[in-house]
Every structure is written in C-alpha cells, then in structure tokens.
C-alpha cells in the first residue's frame, strides 16, 4: 500500500486549518482507497512529501485532517477524483523516521461534507462543513438485535476459514448511533458499499444496510466452506 494513503505536492505559508469562509471551514484532507469511519482508528505510514507537510501541520496546529474516498484515481502522485462526504480526523500517535517518514495513529471524529477544493499546495485542502447524525424516529431494537447476530455469523464463518475475525462482544452498547457506526466499522465490506453506510444519515438505516451486506456475506462465506 502506498502511504496507507496518499495524494499531491508542497508549498505555502497560507493558513490550512481553522474558519475561513461563511460556507465552510478549511482543513487539510488526506484522500484514500477506504472510507474511514467516525470512531474508527486509522494506522497511516506517510511518505509522500505532501502528506509528511500534512501530518507536521496537524501536529504543529493541532488541528484534524479530513479523509475522503478516491472515487478515481490513485493515492500516490495526485489527479484523483475524490467523493464528498468524509470523516475528520484527529492523530492520537504520531513517530518520524529519520528518513522523515511518519507512522501516523489517527481516529475518525465526526462526518463533515466538502463544499469546495482547494489547490492541492502545499497539500490537499477543502473548505468542509459539518453532516451530522440524524436522530432515527424508528424503534432501534430490532435493527440492533439483527445487525449483531448477522456480525457474530460473519465473524464465526471468517475464522472457519482462517480469515481475520473480531472475537468478543459486537454491538454491546445501548446508543444506536455508536452501534450503527460500530457495525459498519466491524463489517466487512469494500469501499463504495463502506462509502454508501458512510453518506446515510439515519443510524437504523445505517444498521439495516449493514446487515444486508452482511447477509450477502453469509451466503458467499457458506458457499467457500461447503466447496
């Protein structure tokens, strides 16, 4: 992988973070191959010189980063094409090799929407405003209930197969918000279908779209193990 992410070139003393306009605020973004999800940690290794700026601004400012998903394109050496709605990020641990490389901890805050990009100098940048939860008007009860057990199948099947599995309790916490964002964190899903649970505002849809996929992946793994 390339800097578990990556994207353009350096160069200016202009602010990168913090209010700038009525329409939006402006912060660095880090566009990715994965959609990286509000509560959920994300390792990085930095490499590019544009990102390496990136991570000394963040920790310099102590300001989040944003995280997109590549719609096309690529994460090294810029013209991508990027979707709208990402996740900030905040670094929790952060180590510079002496090549000027960073290891990077960071994790997922809260979902925001770019309304604009910025010139790629001397990194990716955005004006981006805020896409909060919308409190679901529905019972949660059963969303959660089938969310979990279809987790726990998934999980059972994977390690079956020798695959990477979570062990222990999934969707043990009674706020539906963080179970829908949990679930969607623990499923194992490809970027655009992460992308999809990403951009829905109602956590019981974000649940029942979850298990869908999840059901779908049942059915794939059943088929692996009988073969």
Do not use: K, N
């Not at 544009?50 to 096309?72: D, K, N, S």
Request: aromatic share 6%; glycine share 8%; proline share 10%.
């Amino acid at each position: 992988m390339p800097d578990e992410p990556t994207s353009d070139e350096p160069t200016s003393d202009e602010p990168t973070s913090g209010p700038s306009d009525a329409t939006g605020r402006e912060v660095p973004m880090f566009p990715l191959g994965s959609v990286l999800f509000p509560r959920a940690v994300l390792p990085l290794h930095v490499f590019e010189p544009r990102y390496r700026a990136l991570v000394t601004h963040c920790l310099t400012a102590e300001v989040p980063f944003g995280v997109v998903l590549i719609e096309r394109g690529h994460e090294v050496g810029g013209g991508d094409t990027r979707f709208a709605v990402g996740t900030l990020a905040r670094i929790v641990q952060a180590a510079e090799t002496p090549d000027g490389r960073w290891a990077v901890v960071a994790v997922g805050t809260e979902r925001v929407r770019v309304v604009e990009w910025r010139p790629d100098d001397p990194f990716p940048r955005a004006l981006v405003v805020p896409r909060p939860e919308r409190p679901s008007a529905r019972d949660a009860t059963v969303a959660v209930s089938s969310a979990r057990a279809a987790l726990v199948r998934v999980h059972a099947l994977r390690a079956e197969l020798g695959l990477p599995a979570p062990a222990g309790d999934v969707l043990a916490g009674t706020d539906v918000a963080e179970a829908a964002w949990e679930a969607a964190i623990l499923a194992p899903v490809g970027p655009l279908d992460a992308y999809a649970l990403l951009d829905l505002d109602d956590p019981v849809d974000r649940l029942e779209r979850v298990t869908a996929l999840l059901e779908d992946e049942i059915a794939v793994l059943q088929f692996r193990l009988s073969g």
